[in-house]
């Protein structure tokens, strides 16, 4: 009797070690794809392309925040630099296409330039104004003369002398990619917001 007891609890044992065992395995295998799945998400997330970025704005914003972005940055650019406002519009821009969502807000202002001042001085003072206001220069487009284009917060800035009046310069902004709202009818609609800048005096 007293040799079958031992036997009896040693295979108890065993069955109860291979029962951990197996429940053991069977997590592990669950767990397995778990973490690939994991993996795989984060691998894709970080190697997402630009395009990816501009479809899907982490945070989109509505027409008024776009619109308050792109005005907002070109009424602090005309008094930082002390621009002689002549006109300015405000428009959505497509980022996409000509069309499509997302849109950007857009401001075109023309201002005058002195008649005393040269050009290209004026141009390189209204840049280096900017500059000393956080504002970063990048590479000038190349289809304007004396232009200039700077960053900061997201926003983008070019001037440059108007191509055919060469007593005006131009003023362009643009806000930030993120307004996903359907403006497919209307995104080139430009509206007149001279007034909420300094006239030329």
């Not at 956080?134 to 590479?139: P, S, T």
């Not at 304007?144 to 362009?172: M, Q």
Request: positive net charge; contains cysteine.
């Amino acid at each position: 009797m007293n040799s079958r007891g031992p036997r009896r609890d040693g295979g108890l044992r065993g069955k109860a070690l291979r029962a951990k065992q197996i429940r053991a395995l069977i997590a592990v295998t669950l767990a397995i794809p778990l973490l690939l799945g994991a993996l795989f998400l984060l691998v894709d997330r970080l190697h997402s392309t630009p395009a990816d970025a501009l479809e899907h704005p982490a945070s989109p914003v509505s027409d008024g925040q776009s619109r308050a972005q792109a005005v907002e940055a070109a009424q602090s650019v005309v008094v930082m630099t002390g621009l002689q406002t002549s006109s300015a519009g405000y428009s959505l821009m497509s980022c996409k296409n000509r069309d499509d969502p997302p849109y950007q807000g857009s401001v075109y202002l023309t201002f005058t330039v002195p008649a005393a001042a040269p050009a290209d001085a004026y141009f390189a003072r209204i840049a280096a104004t900017l500059g000393e206001h956080g504002w970063a220069e990048g590479l000038p487009p190349n289809n304007h003369a004396w232009a200039r284009t700077l960053t900061r917060d997201s926003v983008t800035v070019i001037v440059y002398r108007h191509d055919d009046e060469p007593r005006l310069g131009v003023l362009r902004v643009y806000g930030e990619c993120r307004n996903m709202n359907d403006h497919r009818r209307d995104a080139t609609t430009w509206t007149d917001v001279t007034d909420q800048f300094p006239r030329t005096r």
